[in-house]
């Protein structure tokens, strides 16, 4: 079954490839460092390091504490952290600056995969959430790298598709693989596909342990007092095409009961900014640019945040949030950045990138879901009326978030004996 999965690998590697170069003509930070994505790069200095993946933003951010943990227990260590898209890297770089090695994640091809270790040296490997790659965990086994993979998931829709290729991940999860589960309903799953019972741990989502940052607060703060001090504000986050006009629509329904309310729209990826831009021309919005450092106007209805890096900070200075990648379906984004400054928060009806937080928030009733522009700003029109309610559901949601807390403790557990037993040698188990 590797074989197949191998063959497969080569025929598909160089459409995607190829789709990294098309998109670099629309931002070229996709034609950075592009040898990386086939296991080339610089040699990771000094002795053999600790190996961190997070694909994109979301898994970024939620790695911070993760890393940094790591970054104080273990100094004398290299730390690499791998990821798929610029924007996460871009975040990454941001996050921890020089003081972690940040590179993309090789593709999964033998020689690719196998250049990279050469590079990097891995003595621990620690993957966020789930990617199974057949190949990066076969060379973690045919080394001796332990593989931990964090906050790990699979959702009852995407076990169907596994269960298709049951032998191939069964060999792939019996590598002495650490699962470390986000929920108890997590680990079933994985063990229903061949992971090791004893090596599955319920231990939560790491997510939950996210820190704001000391000035974050204070930040948007001062942004609501240079910028709208006195309006009702509105922020929809992460959107994609499709959710800037439903937000837009949302809006001028929202600003026929509030006049002077104003929506701050986060589109998710930097190469759809001007597009955005240009929507807002189309429709005759009045609106301005965070990269154009215009003064705030009466007039002014929108603010597009066209930068990257600055979104929590934007949620800390409004009253309600839309998170977005939820009123289509592409799963939902990052409900734990709104929470944490106890903000009510309205998604769409597509969460099943994180289902049990969502959810969870939800039963507390620290979100509300819609369907629709019009929903959404029925929603909003009433958060901004009601101060009391918004109160009450970012208190539900920031007591939730601390009551969930805890998972990088636990996951750290599992790590120290597998950093610090130089004996440890998982070649046994394949």
Known sequence: MRFVYIVLAYLLVPIAFGMVVWRGFRDRDYWSNLGHRFGFGPRAAGPRSIWVHAVSVGEVQASASLVRALRSRYAHMPLVLTTVTPTGEQRARSLFGTDVDVRYVPYDLPGCVSRFFDRVRPRLAVILETEIWPNLYHECGRRGVP??????????????????????????????????????????????????PARTHVTGNIKFDFELGNTVVARGRALRAGHAPQRPVWIAGSTHEGEEEAALDAHALVRAQHPDALLVLVPRHRDRFEEVANLLRRRGVPFITRSGKAPMR?????????????????????????????????????????????????????????????????????????????????????????????????????????????????????????????????????
């Open 298 to 430: 009466s007039d002014v209805s929108v603010f597009l945040l066209d930068t990257l890096g600055e979104l929590l900070t934007f949620y800390a200075a409004a009253d309600v949030a839309f998170v977005g990648g939820s009123l289509v379906p592409i799963g939902g984004h990052n409900l734990l950045e709104p929470a944490a400054l106890s903000l009510p928060i309205l998604v769409g009806p597509y969460n099943f990138n994180s289902e049990d937080i969502a959810q969870l928030f939800i039963d507390v009733g620290a979100v509300r879901a819609v369907k629709s522009a019009t929903e959404l700003a029925e929603q909003v029109s009433l958060l901004i009326s009601q101060p009391e309610e918004r109160a009450r559901m970012g208190e539900a949601g920031r007591r939730a978030l601390d009551e969930n807390r805890g998972a990088l403790g636990r996951l750290l557990d599992l790590i120290d004996p597998l950093v610090r037993d130089e004996g440890v040698d998982l070649r046994r188990d394949i």
């Open 147 to 196: 593989l931990v993979l964090a906050s790990a998931r699979i959702s009852p829709r995407s076990l169907g598709r596994y269960r298709l290729l049951v032998s191939l991940f069964r060999e792939t999860l019996s590598h002495g693989i650490v699962i470390a589960a986000q929920s108890a309903s997590d680990a079933r799953r994985f063990e229903s596909i061949g992971a090791n």
